[in-house]
């Protein structure tokens, strides 16, 4: 997965998670999953990337509602 399609897949990231925490503005779904994709910046396999950025971000607006 290249840099792109990353990002692509974090957009969609924010999409889904906005979709499931409607309370929650997409402004602060998107901070959330800004928040948690640094923790992966060492990973040198990226595919698995976006999942994982996903669950940690869920986890976070869980925890925010």
Known sequence: ???SD????????IDRLAKQFP??????VAEVV????PEFDDVPIRDF???FVERGARSRLRAMA
């Open 1 to 3: 997965m290249d840099r």
């Open 6 to 13: 990353e990002d692509r897949a974090i957009t969609e990231v």
């Open 23 to 28: 309370r929650v503005s997409v402004d602060e």
């Open 34 to 37: 800004s928040q948690s994709r």
């Open 49 to 51: 990337v976006p999942l």
